[in-house]
């Protein structure tokens, strides 16, 4: 999403069809607090925080097709880090957005799609189809 990051190293972002974004840390303001967010953001209140926050960085440019998936008992980015972003993607008026929610799914179930047929890999097929 950091047009600039993406200019800095030459590339088009326009060569993007779509993100699929698993467990990703999508707002940071709704992950816990740890030393290591601290380590790598700085402070909440910080300029440094809000650099990495990748939903600073939305603007209407980005609606292209998204999947995210997130399972409820993620212990390492907690399913509320998806509502800020998500509602933001609503007011930009994304149309391409797609969220599949695991109930009482943690951060290693929505990754096991990857060594497993389950619901996660059958979304995952089903969006990429449609692209």
């Given amino acids: 999403f950091n047009k600039a990051g993406l200019e800095s190293i030459k590339f088009e972002g326009n060569r993007f069809a779509g993100i699929l974004l698993n467990g990703a840390p999508l707002d940071l303001r709704g992950m816990f607090s740890t030393p ?3 380590w790598y953001t700085g402070g909440r209140n ?8 990748p939903i600073s960085y939305l603007d209407k440019e ?8 997130h399972g409820t008992k993620d212990g390492m980015v907690a399913y509320q880090n998806i509502e800020g972003f998500v509602e933001k993607c609503n007011q930009l008026g994304f149309k391409n957005i797609s969220v599949r929610i695991l109930e009482k799914g943690t951060h290693l179930d929505v990754g096991r799609w990857a060594f497993e047929e389950n619901n996660t890999s059958a979304w995952i097929k089903k969006w990429l189809d449609e692209l």
Wanted: proline residues 5%.
């Fill in 36 to 38: 290591l967010l601290y």
């Fill in 46 to 53: 910080s300029d440094s925080f809000a650099k990495a926050n």
């Fill in 62 to 69: 980005h609606d292209l097709p998204m999947l995210i998936l």
